[in-house]
């Protein structure tokens, strides 16, 4: 950035991608915003890297309804450099560099711009010698899986655990960790990514699209799964929960059109639960819980994105579009401001 441009945002304002109102993603704009103003417990934050996920589109779209200061920058998830502190901050200071997965929603303004206000309890520091475009790639992924596992599935060590779609973003990051955690890890994939979840951790892989699916999970786990995730949305209660053992647990985190046949009975006879959740709901001392797990992993380099593309800020739209047409097959987006 040149020395006028420079001028041009501490004085003026800064480039964003934002939103007029919920819409489809050739509404989203480029263009220039009142720079934000950290307010006492906020930190402002120089944006090195952000991503998209599609929680984001969901948030833009309106499928996920919460409240959105117009106009609203989009994006959740940001690495970046610590520029202002607000008065009653402490723990950080002016040039850290730090990270967020929490923008973009319930009143916050979004990650999607040279610059972000973030509130401090939302922010924790980048290990050092951590590629921020990495970090930023596996944030939101790798909190969701440790949420999934940890906090709503209630993971101990020594448990099998069954991940519905290994192979994409949130269903790697849930081999990993649960790997990381101790747990055996089977995982039904498409025969594509089967070679990716066994270098991920998983002890088995097994074809999602085999007719006999069904019975060959009961073989590899014959006392029942005490864990099971799928991430593909398809939530098929009726043939899962006959795969999970006494007092094994459902955790539901994608689907949200499915209405599937819940088979009540085999569920409270054997003490089952079933839990759902979204990441948009937890609390900043669960955010806090999951961001010390993924900094240790991201620093062992347990944690990495299968594939990156890279994009500009000005591309936040076309990223939106590609998203929600399925064209990224396991490939993050990284985008620069």
Same mark, same amino acid.
């Given at each position: 950035?040149?020395?006028?441009?420079?001028?041009?945002?501490?004085?003026?304002?800064?480039?964003?991608?934002?939103?007029?109102?919920?819409?489809?993603?050739?509404?989203?704009?480029?263009?220039?915003?009142?720079?934000?103003?950290?307010?006492?417990?906020?930190?402002?934050?120089?944006?090195?890297?952000?991503?998209?996920?599609?929680?984001?589109?969901?948030?833009?779209?309106?499928?996920?309804?919460?409240?959105?200061?117009?106009?609203?920058?989009?994006?959740?998830?940001?690495?970046?450099?610590?520029?202002?502190?607000?008065?009653?901050?402490?723990?950080?200071?002016?040039?850290?560099?730090?990270?967020?997965?929490?923008?973009?929603?319930?009143?916050?303004?979004?990650?999607?711009?040279?610059?972000?206000?973030?509130?401090?309890?939302?922010?924790?520091?980048?290990?050092?010698?951590?590629?921020?475009?990495?970090?930023?790639?596996?944030?939101?992924?790798?909190?969701?899986?440790?949420?999934?596992?940890?906090?709503?599935?209630?993971?101990?060590?020594?448990?099998?655990?069954?991940?519905?779609?290994?192979?994409?973003?949130?269903?790697?990051?849930?081999?990993?960790?649960?790997?990381?955690?101790?747990?055996?890890?089977?995982?039904?994939?498409?025969?594509?990514?089967?070679?990716?979840?066994?270098?991920?951790?998983?002890?088995?892989?097994?074809?999602?699209?085999?007719?006999?699916?069904?019975?060959?999970?009961?073989?590899?786990?014959?006392?029942?799964?005490?864990?099971?995730?799928?991430?593909?949305?398809?939530?098929?209660?009726?043939?899962?929960?006959?795969?999970?053992?006494?007092?094994?647990?459902?955790?539901?985190?994608?689907?949200?059109?499915?209405?599937?046949?819940?088979?009540?009975?085999?569920?409270?006879?054997?003490?089952?639960?079933?839990?759902?959740?979204?990441?948009?709901?937890?609390?900043?001392?669960?955010?806090?819980? !999951?961001?010390?797990?993924?900094? *240790? /992993?991201?620093?062992? %380099? +347990? $944690?990495?994105? =299968?594939?990156? @593309?890279?994009? &500009?800020?000005? !591309?936040?739209?076309?990223?939106? *579009? /590609?998203?929600?047409? %399925? +064209? $990224?097959?396991? =490939?993050?987006? @990284?985008?620069? &401001?």
């Amino acid at each position: 950035m040149s020395e006028k441009d420079e001028q041009w945002r501490e004085n003026d304002g800064m480039r964003a991608a934002y939103i007029e109102g919920p819409g489809p993603a050739d509404e989203i704009r480029y263009g220039d915003l009142p720079a934000p103003r950290p307010g006492p417990t906020d930190v402002l934050v120089d944006v090195l890297a952000t991503t998209v996920n599609p929680v984001d589109t969901f948030v833009r779209s309106g499928a996920y309804p919460t409240p959105l200061p117009l106009p609203f920058i989009v994006g959740r998830d940001l690495v970046g450099r610590v520029t202002t502190l607000g008065p009653g901050v402490s723990g950080f200071g002016v040039g850290d560099l730090v990270w967020c997965n929490s923008l973009g929603h319930d009143g916050r303004q979004g990650s999607s711009a040279e610059q972000a206000v973030v509130p401090a309890d939302r922010l924790y520091r980048l290990p050092a010698r951590v590629d921020p475009a990495v970090a930023v790639a596996v944030l939101h992924p790798a909190a969701t899986a440790y949420l999934g596992l940890v906090v709503h599935g209630r993971l101990r060590v020594g448990e099998t655990v069954l991940v519905g779609g290994g192979g994409g973003n949130v269903g790697s990051a849930l081999v990993a960790l649960a790997r990381a955690a101790g747990a055996r890890v089977v995982v039904t994939a498409s025969a594509a990514d089967a070679e990716y979840c066994r270098h991920l951790g998983a002890a088995e892989v097994l074809d999602y699209r085999a007719p006999d699916l069904i019975g060959r999970l009961r073989s590899v786990c014959p006392d029942g799964f005490d864990l099971y995730l799928d991430t593909s949305g398809r939530n098929d209660l009726e043939s899962i929960v006959d795969l999970i053992g006494i007092r094994g647990r459902i955790v539901l985190l994608a689907g949200p059109r499915t209405r599937p046949v819940l088979p009540a009975g085999p569920l409270y006879l054997n003490d089952r639960t079933v839990t759902g959740f979204v990441i948009s709901r937890a609390t900043t001392a669960e955010l806090a819980a !999951a961001a010390g797990t993924v900094n *240790r /992993m991201l620093v062992a %380099g +347990e $944690l990495a994105p =299968r594939g990156m @593309v890279r994009m &500009p800020l000005s !591309a936040v739209a076309e990223a939106h *579009r /590609m998203i929600e047409q %399925g +064209e $990224l097959r396991g =490939r993050r987006v @990284v985008i620069t &401001p």
